[in-house]
T-cell receptor, first 115, second 114 residues
């Protein structure tokens, strides 16, 4: 299957700092990527849809000024958690659909801990 | 609001047992039903189901979809300790983009003891 690379895998930062997470499709182009958040023992919650060449689409309740998304190219989307606070601590995962748009492949995830 | 519900939420079995995981969904503009296995990190793709009644198989795993009842099951026969994981069911719908959004269920935590 397709490969999606996510970096970094782990971040520990102080409250108030900004954290950037990268998601790359390694062997295919992705005009759309998705960003999810997963709390312990809970399912994946879609945060936003990242669209290459246009603004991201955010799900209800997700602050777009807090979670900045930039889809810089057909293989790269970034999520920046601005002014992170302890409640932002979570597991963030990106995904990209395959060429047919049916199956989504996931990055390895980023565990963010805000102290 | 789109919703996917999985049951049971957790399951503990012994090696060799057969398990059935359930997934029901209510999704507008339903496109397909996907099953993923999540161990410590990102979910890995297992199956995608689009049509009712057609069983998909991969080794000891199989899955089937009932679009009338809005239901899918994932079967694992002769379970092994390596099957221990969280199994996620997700419904794909046609959202604002050509590639559908996924709505995930809560997951079923499967633990297989030797």
């Amino acid at each position: 299957g397709a490969v999606v690379s996510q970096h970094p895998s782990r971040v520990i930062c102080k409250s108030g700092t900004s954290v950037k997470i990268e998601c790359r499709s390694l062997d295919f182009q992705a005009t759309t990527m998705f960003w999810y958040r997963q709390f312990p023992k809970q399912s994946l919650m879609l945060m936003a849809t990242s669209n290459e060449g246009s603004k991201a689409t955010y799900e209800q309740g997700v602050e777009k000024d807090k979670f900045l998304i930039n889809h810089a190219s057909l293989t790269l989307s970034t999520l920046t958690v601005t002014s992170a606070h302890p409640e932002d601590s979570s597991f963030y995962i990106c995904s990209a659909p395959d060429v047919g748009g049916n199956i989504q492949y996931f990055g390895a995830g980023t565990r963010l801990s805000v102290l | 609001e789109d919703k996917v519900v999985q049951s049971p939420l957790s399951l503990v079995v012994h090696e060799g047992d057969t398990v059935t995981l359930n997934c029901s969904y209510e999704v507008t503009n339903f496109r397909s039903l996907l099953w993923y296995k999540q161990e410590k990190k990102a979910p890995t793709f297992l199956f995608m189901l689009t049509s009712s009644g057609i069983e998909k198989k991969s080794g000891r795993l199989s899955s089937i979809l009932d679009k009338k009842e809005l239901f899918s099951i994932l079967n694992i026969t002769a379970t092994q300790t390596g099957d221990s994981a969280v199994y996620l069911c997700a419904a794909s719908s046609l959202g604002g983009t050509s590639y559908g959004k996924l709505t995930f269920g809560q997951g079923t935590i499967l633990t297989v003891h030797p």
